[in-house]
Structures are given as C-alpha cells and as structure tokens.
C-alpha cells in the first residue's frame, strides 16, 4: 500500500456540478508530441518514438487499431460459430480442442465447415434473435459479396485458431508463459469480451477510496472500453441480447459504496469499437434487463470464495432490482431490472484511446482488461491520454500488471495510491486460484 494525500477528493469536480447535461460528443484530440511531459517523452523515445516521426506514428497506430477492431469482431464471430446453440443442432465445438486439431491436421475440421454451413443458412434466415442479427450484421459488413463469404468466414476461422493455438499450447508452455501470452495479445483483434469477475476488483477498490477519503463525491467518469458481451472464446452463455454492462456496474459501486449521488452521476463509456458505442447509447431512455453472467464456472474444482459470491449478490441493488434468476448451470447469473432514468447517466463516445482523448475532465476513469492489448509504447501513450483527461486529484483505477503502467503513468503525472488483489475462485490441484488485481493512481 502507498501512502495517501489527505482530503485529495474533496475538490474534484466542483467545476463539474453540470456534468450530467454534459454530452459525451465533445471536441476528441489527437495526441501531440508537445501534449507529453519530457519523462514519457524518455520513456518513448526509447521504444524508438520521437518528435518529427510522432505524428507518422500515431497514424499508423489508428489504421492498424481499426484493423484490429475487425479482426476482434470476426474472432467472435468464430467463436459463436463453433459454440451456438441456437442456430444449429449440430454439437457445439470447444474452441481450444478445435485449434489443436486445425493445427494437427493442417486443414479445417468437418465438424467446423458443417457449422460454418449451418450458420450461413441461418444468417440468411430471416431469425430475428439479438446475437444472430448482430453477426448477420458482422458478417454482411465483412464479406458483401455472399459467394466468397463462405471462404472468407474459413479463412477467419484458420487466423483465429493459429492465435488460440499459440496461446493455450505454445505461449502456456514458455517458461515465462505470462510475457509469452501479453506479446500474443499486443498483436491480436481487439476483443470485447467482457466479465463480471472485473467489477468486483473495482467495487474492492471504491471501497478503499471510501475509507481513505470518506467525504470524496464522484460525479463525472470515464469507462474506457467497457465491452460487449457478445460470444466469449469458451463457455458461451446465449440468454438475451449482446450487452454492455460494465458502466452500469460501475455505476452501482460508486451509489452502494457511497461515493457518488444518483442525481449527480454522470459517466461517459468510450471505447473504440462502434458497437459498444452504438449499445450504450441506444440504451438511453431504455430500461433494460441486465443479464448478469460470471464469466468463471463452477466445477467440482473450482469454488467461488464467499467475498466475490457476496459481491455478485449485491451486485445491482442499487440501480434496480432482481428480476429472474437466469440460467447457466454452473456460472453466477441474474437478471437486473434497471430502475427508470440509470440509462440515462450514462452516454458513449467512439474514441482510441491510444490515440486520442475527449476534451473534457473526469473524477474517475475505469479501465480493466484493455492494456493488455497494447504494446509497451502505446500503454504509455494511453496513460497520458488518461491522465490529460482526469481533473486535478482524480482517481485512475486499471488493472494491467506490467510495471510499466506504474513507471509510465508516473511520468504522465500520475501518482500511485493503493494496489490489491482479489481472488474469484479457488482451483483444487490449480497452479494458483482464479485472482485479479487493480490498482488505484492520482492525477498530482
Ligand atoms: C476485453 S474488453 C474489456 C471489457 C471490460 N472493460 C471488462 O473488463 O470486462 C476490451 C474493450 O476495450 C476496447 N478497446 C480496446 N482497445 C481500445 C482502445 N485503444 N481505445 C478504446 N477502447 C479500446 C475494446 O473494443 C473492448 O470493448
């Protein structure tokens, strides 16, 4: 644990108290060299960054980010193939035992191609269902041309299981398996899974910003990259439509741990892929019912432990009410009815955050299981983003464990508060349990 300043939230946002009729369409900056304090600019130039080539740069990351956006969406696509029961009889198909036995036989499974047929033949259906609609969408963007679809979807297939193939049985073996699976991710499609399991690290930490700062009051934050919960690599849970959850568990922490009031909160969910957006902002006005699912399974050797159990219990009282248990055997899940007007809290903005930022100052930025996917020099470039975005004294919550998330936020003005971890579940025979960690800075 870092020490702490004393009363460093009582000034934030103050000059915020109208953040609420805020909107999240305001002016986006690209990032400048001249943006940069001179350590970050240390710390890039020695990943080979420096100022006349800056701009060359921050342009190629932006192309090749959107690449990887694509590239993210057509990996669920996959995985939804191989998985879904709901446009096919045929046995669902568990990815990491399919990217074994593409990379075996060196060429696609009967088993894949008969699905790939039969989501094809759905997706000209005319079935209406949420998550078939949101790939019909995917698919018709990718591929117009319906005669190549079929190839093109086998060919996402094969890039999809090199990447899972390299992860679950080249990069696990490394003898440093963790840096070998974070070089794999700095280069694969930008996922948008999302999971439970990071609202609960989240909820610890608010807690420990109430008691070291009783009288902090939130009222403008930024989720950066919230996600959408739409057809995870493994264990694929297909009640209700593909849903953006994590503004509004964030949202139920800061009301339940008393940190914020409902009337002032205000949070602003940007990510850089247009169907999170497009999620979150067609949500407001609406009243949807959350689907909330633990992305951990319960088997006979994995146990919850009784502090996540108790955070999934709370999880929602303070912005609706449990409607329905939903099913999935072995997982956490529920149904939230979100009380009238939550939706309308929040509002969304496409934005990479590597490259850009939103012209306006928050109290708290939440960011969790994003940096993973950046390099060490865009990590750093994200940081500064951040830390140009966050109102003197704010609050960053993240949970990247590389140490250059410290050394580099430092160098962006940022300074380190308080770090814990958390375990989700126990794993009888495991190498380790199921645990996340998170840390808390503040913008000096
Ligand atoms: C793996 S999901 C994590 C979702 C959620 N934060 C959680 O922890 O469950 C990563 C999310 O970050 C978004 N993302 C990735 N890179 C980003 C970037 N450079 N700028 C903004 N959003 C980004 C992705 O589109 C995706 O929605």
Known sequence: ?????????????????????????SVIREIRWDDLARPLQQILEAHGLSGPTFTAYIGSVRERNQKRVR????????????????????????????????IDRRSIPPDVAARVDALL??????????????????????????????????????RAMRFLYDK???AAADADAAAATGLLYQQRGLSTDTSVEAGYLVDLELATLRELEPRCRIREVLIVGPGLDVAPRTGLVESGEPQSYQPFAVIDSLLGRGL???????????????????????SRGTRPHLMLVSGVRETDRVRFTDDYRSYFERLGRSIGVEA????????????????????????????????????????????????????DADLSLALANIALMLAPDGILLHNEPRPLAAAAGRAAGLSPIHSRSAIVATVEGGRSPLYDAIWMFRAR
Not at 261 to 282: E, F, M, P, Q, S
């Open 1 to 25: 644990m870092f020490s702490v300043a004393k009363n460093f939230c009582i000034a934030v946002s103050l000059v915020f108290a109208i953040g609420a009729t805020l909107s999240a369409d």
């Open 71 to 102: 590239e993210g969406e057509l990996d669920h696509l996959v995985y939804y193939t191989l998985q879904s029961a709901s446009f096919t009889s045929l046995p669902a198909i568990e990815p990491a035992l399919s990217a074994k036995a593409f």
């Open 121 to 158: 033949k759905a997706i000209d259906g005319g079935d209406p269902s949420p998550r078939l609609s949101y790939f019909r969408e995917i698919a018709a963007r990718a591929y117009p041309d319906r005669a190549t679809r079929r190839s093109s979807i086998l060919g996402e297939y094969a």
């Open 168 to 170: 679950e049985f080249v």
């Open 260 to 282: 914020a009031d409902r009337a002032t909160l205000h949070v602003t969910a940007a990510d850089i892929n247009a169907h999170v957006v497009d999620w979150v902002r067609g």
């Open 324 to 375: 329905a248990r939903t099913a999935a055997p072995g997982h956490l899940a529920k149904t939230i009815d979100l009380s009238a007007g939550i939706t309308d809290a929040v509002d969304a903005a496409t934005l990479d955050a590597v490259v850009d930022r939103l012209d306006r100052k928050f109290d708290l930025v939440v960011v969790t299981n994003v940096f993973p996917y950046l390099t």
